[in-house]
């Protein structure tokens, strides 16, 4: 084991949790667009307050006009797709503050939205968060980083190029 | 080259679940896809889904599909179908 191991070795990419709380399995996503990885392999995290951060330094590519996604792709070109709850696309922006905007440069651990998560459940949804490599067909594999507990920004998903 | 226009019908425009539906359909063709919207002339690869979401297309925005290839005849209809049924 020499120095150089860690040359010729590419290293797996890492992407830190957006938010505090629980780390699950993607599978246990009662939505089948994300269990069944449609939009890309990934993780969930079940947020315990409503702050969500960068999970890389990069770039905002899409804020949503209600707020409730956010794609990023990172300063290595992994894009990543941070989905706050299900079906919350039609809460329409409410519940929802966006501290960042499209075209925004962004590093990892800046606040990029605050949810109130106790109305979100109020009014019937799971706030349940994926984390989704949009463009894991580009990477030889993505896989958990962790389950169970986590906060803001530990490395939930590895990417192996 | 084939071409799809369509008008979006779905009030909350192409989100995250419609739009990974629309890619992994879209992916299934050896064309090459692009997929363009009108109101701000924003073009992305068809069979990128953040590039799909980041066009920002909107209820009422009407978008263009350009279908290169040798099964662009079949992608042409099944994509047109399914963004009728769909969004």
């Given at each position: ?161 | ?5 369509y008008?979006i019908t779905d009030?909350?425009g192409l989100?995250?679940?419609p739009?990974?539906?629309f ?59 399914f963004l009728k049924e769909s969004l």
């Amino acid at each position: 084991m020499g120095f150089l191991d860690g040359v010729f070795k590419k290293k797996d990419l890492e992407i830190g949790s957006p938010c505090s709380g629980k780390c699950v399995s993607i599978k246990e996503v009662s939505d089948p667009t994300f269990s069944e990885e449609i939009l890309g392999k990934g993780i969930a995290v079940k947020p315990e307050d409503g702050k969500f951060y960068a999970p890389v330094n990069g770039t905002i590519n899409t804020l949503f006009p209600t707020k409730h996604a956010i794609g990023i792709t990172s300063a290595d070109g992994v894009e990543i797709l941070i989905h706050v709850g299900l079906d919350t696309v039609n809460l329409k922006g409410e519940h929802f503050t966006a501290h960042t905007e499209a075209g925004a440069t962004v590093s990892k651990g800046d606040l990029l939205l605050e949810a109130d998560l106790d109305a979100i459940a109020a009014a019937g949804y799971d706030t349940i968060t994926p984390v989704l490599i949009c463009n894991s067909g580009n990477y030889t594999d993505v896989v958990p980083g962790v389950e169970g507990k986590v906060s803001q920004g530990d490395c939930i998903l590895r990417i192996k190029i | 080259m084939k071409t799809v226009e369509y008008v979006i019908t779905d009030p909350v425009g192409l989100h995250a679940r419609p739009a990974g539906l629309f890619v992994k359909k879209a992916s299934a063709y050896q064309s090459n896809i692009t997929v363009k919207n009108t109101e701000n002339d924003k073009t992305a690869d068809a069979k990128r889904i953040m590039a799909v979401m980041s066009l920002g297309v909107k209820q009422g925005n009407k978008i263009i599909l350009s279908i290169e290839g040798e099964d662009e005849n079949t992608a042409q209809a099944e994509l047109e179908a399914f963004l009728k049924e769909s969004l």
